[in-house]
């Protein structure tokens, strides 16, 4: 392998964990913005959720 070829690899290489890295923190911030708003619902309060389901929360269950 010439000097080159060897950057390039490298550089690919990088490349990908950045990527991999973005998502991964990126999902993390994720999670746990949603395990805050999930301890935050209290009885009465209006959801919506991913599947676009409306509701009022009647009872709050805390474990």
Do not use: P, W
Request: net charge positive; aromatic share 6%.
């Amino acid at each position: 392998m010439d000097k080159n070829q060897i950057i390039s690899t490298l550089l690919v290489i990088a490349i990908i964990l950045i990527v991999y890295l973005n998502i991964y923190f990126q999902n993390k911030r994720q999670a746990k913005k949603i395990k805050e708003m999930q301890a935050a619902i209290k009885e009465g309060d209006h959801i919506i959720t991913y599947t676009g389901l409306s509701r009022n929360c009647r009872k709050s269950i805390r474990g």
